[in-house]
C-alpha cells in the first residue's frame, strides 16, 4: 500500500458537483496542500469549460494549495502533474512504454488521450484538476473534431485500478516531484518530462482561437513554452490545443 504523503490532506467524497467547486469552497479553510477525490461528479468541466465525462470508476481529482510564486511559475506545475500521473501510470500497470506525456497538460494511452489537467486560481490558491480514464473512455460524440480518441486503463490494458488506489499512488509521486520543483525549479521536471513527450521530433500543429501553427516540435523552453520550428523559424506558442 502506498503511504499517504505527509502534509498533504486527503478528502474522499462520493459525489460532488465537480472537485474543483469543492476546492473553492475548502480553500478559506485550508492549513496546507489537499487533495480531494469524487467517486462521481455532476457538473464536471475540462478546459475551456468543456464537459469532462466523469462516470463512477473514473478518476476525477483536484490538488489544492497555496500559491506563493507568480502565475507563470506555479502554471508550470500542469509538467509537474502530467509528468506525476505518468509514474502514476507505470507503477499501476507496470507498462512504461504504453504512456507518452502531450503538451501541454494532457497523458496518452497508446496514442490516445487517457487522462486531462486543468490549472486554475482561486484568490492566492492554485487548484489542479485531473480527469482520469480509469474504466471508461467518452464515446466518439463526446470529443471535439481531430481530438485524439480516449482510451481507458480498462478497456485498453484491461487493467482495473479503483479511484482510491490510483489517488494514493498519484499523491505520493506528486509529492516527490513537488519537494524537487521547488528546490531546483524547472529545469530538471522539464528534462524529465521531455524524456516521456509525444511526438518530439516530429510535426505536429498548435491551434489557439485566431491563427494555427505548424512546425516540428523541437523543445518546451524553460517558460514551459512549446517550442516549433516552422518554415518561418522557431515560433514559441505559450497556448495552444496541439494536434497530431
Known sequence: MTAWPEGYGRHVFDVLDSTLSEAARMAPTLSGPAWILALEQTNARGRRGRAWSTPRGNFAGTLIMRRREEPGVAALRSFVTSLALYRTFV????????????????????????????LESIGDHLVIG??????????????EARALTPMSLAGTLDINVAPEVFLDALAAEYAVLETQFTAHGFAPIRRAWLSHAAK?????????????????????DEAGNLILQTANGRAAITAADVYF
Open 91 to 118: 507503477e499501476v500497470t507496470g507498462q512504461a512504454q504504453a504512456f507518452a506525456l502531450k503538451w501541454p497538460n494532457d497523458v496518452l494511452l497508446k496514442g490516445g488521450k487517457v487522462a486531462g489537467i486543468l
Open 130 to 143: 485531473i480527469g482520469v480514464n480509469l474504466a471508461h473512455a467518452p464515446g466518439a460524440g463526446e470529443v
Open 200 to 220: 518530439l521530433g516530429e510535426v505536429i500543429t498548435a491551434r489557439t482561437m485566431r491563427d494555427e501553427t505548424v512546425g516540428t516540435f523541437e523543445d518546451v
